[in-house]
DNA sequence: ACGATATGAATGAATG
DNA sequence: CATTCATTCATATCGT
């Protein structure tokens, strides 16, 4: 995200052990060759253009396989880690609007359908996540027509982060307020102090053994 | 925290490293400071306070909103460092739990990196947070923080989107093969307007095997 | 300075 | 589609 942390690590493809007998991930050096997938960075190029250039949010089966199919060349893959990467991408992509925006009028759904493209002259649904995207329903709509995607090239996908800004505010009051005690007026965090009830399980808290 | 260890360093200070001419780690001109969200103590003091006396685990995105907000009085804070701070300290504190359970010879076979028991029976509990404010049994003053809030310098966020991506896709091109992506046409993702859903379960279902 | 540890951040995989 | 868990990477800090 940020700054692709483990991104580098696999540079190279073949990462996961792909030697069939093995789970030797004891082995030094290829570290990761555990149980998960590891996208190459051609992996990850060609998903995010794909969602980003394409509007691809939740592919159709027959889509997933094809595209892992292609993304094979670069790497050992699997229809179900396209799957969750578009569920995944998608989902934290909403995600982070949701933490910060606010919720006192959230809308849940604007009935926004994409079109069905296949109008190539004023097709110009959103390129980048950052104009309004399409809510639900851009479930494997028939998104691309084949055509001509137009688009090329990653002209507005470039959101970056771009760091919120350079301004530091103090905020002092190191000690100022910061009294919120507890127990008692939590109502601005939306639970509800008021009783003296609390959910068990939250707060039995040897008891709760997620063993998932 | 468990054992504070830079509490006691950005006690006030205006969100860690004043860099400047720090010249040390920062040294990037306007980068303000790191890249990571460093809490302050009187944010921690909060965090711990919902996540230990209030019960707070995994707080809904409509709770970071109002929790971030809260913290924003102390310092610099977004929605997704209050998420990652509960999702974190959470995934901790059962880490250690598990080696605390498992206390019979488990010595085989720990894959952990750090077995970091030594501020183990520190701080599990809603003992003592740090600072000196008892708990549980606040005699209620009227503390009436959420009714106001300063918010001092930023009124608004404006976070862009703080996105992913910027890893590779943009630009890089690090092993040349996977050019297909921009000028291409993306029809082997195939189109298949007709039936467009897809059920996840039967494809995951099937899908997992692979493992080898 | 280094090495170890604590912890923020990211993301694959699941589950509801 | 929302949430959660597990793992892992990255970096700030501290101890020696």
Same mark, same amino acid.
């Given at each position: 995200?940020?700054?692709q942390q483990?991104?580098n690590?696999?540079?190279?493809?073949?990462?996961?052990?792909?030697s069939?007998?093995?789970?030797?991930?004891?082995?030094?050096?290829c570290?990761? @060759? %555990?149980?998960?997938?590891?996208? *190459?960075?051609? +992996? $990850?190029?060609?998903?995010?253009?794909?969602?980003?250039?394409?509007?691809?949010?939740?592919?159709?089966?027959?889509?997933?396989?094809?595209i892992?199919?292609?993304?094979r060349q670069?790497?050992?893959?699997e229809?179900?880690n396209?799957?969750?990467?578009?569920?995944?991408?998608?989902?934290?992509?909403?995600?982070?609007?949701?933490?910060?925006?606010s919720?006192?009028?959230?809308?849940?759904?604007?009935?926004?359908?994409?079109p069905?493209?296949?109008?190539?002259?004023?097709?110009?649904?959103?390129?980048?996540?950052n104009?309004?995207?399409?809510?639900?329903? @851009? %479930?494997?709509t028939?998104?691309? *027509?084949?055509? +001509? $995607?137009?688009?090329?090239?990653?002209?507005?996908i470039?959101?970056?982060?771009?760091?919120r800004?350079?301004?530091?505010?103090?905020?002092?009051?190191?000690?100022?307020?910061?009294?919120?005690?507890?127990s008692?007026?939590?109502?601005?965090?939306?639970?509800?102090?008021?009783?003296?009830?609390?959910?068990?399980?939250?707060?039995?808290?040897?008891?709760?053994?997620e063993?998932?």
């Amino acid at each position: 995200m940020e700054h692709q942390q483990q991104q580098n690590q696999q540079a190279a493809n073949d990462i996961q052990d792909g030697s069939g007998g093995g789970s030797g991930k004891g082995s030094f050096l290829c570290r990761q @060759s %555990s149980t998960r997938w590891t996208p *190459t960075t051609d +992996q $990850i190029r060609i998903l995010k253009d794909l969602y980003y250039n394409n509007g691809v949010r939740s592919p159709s089966a027959d889509q997933i396989q094809r595209i892992s199919a292609r993304l094979r060349q670069y790497g050992k893959i699997e229809g179900k880690n396209v799957f969750y990467w578009f569920q995944n991408h998608k989902a934290r992509e909403r995600q982070k609007k949701r933490f910060n925006t606010s919720t006192t009028e959230l809308h849940h759904h604007v009935p926004m359908q994409r079109p069905t493209s296949l109008t190539l002259a004023n097709n110009k649904f959103p390129t980048n996540i950052n104009s309004g995207y399409s809510p639900s329903s @851009s %479930s494997s709509t028939g998104v691309l *027509t084949v055509g +001509q $995607i137009g688009n090329y090239g990653y002209g507005s996908i470039t959101m970056e982060k771009s760091f919120r800004d350079c301004s530091i505010s103090a905020c002092g009051s190191s000690t100022a307020s910061a009294n919120e005690s507890l127990s008692h007026n939590f109502g601005w965090v939306g639970i509800d102090p008021a009783y003296s009830f609390f959910e068990p399980k939250r707060f039995i808290d040897g008891i709760h053994e997620e063993g998932q």
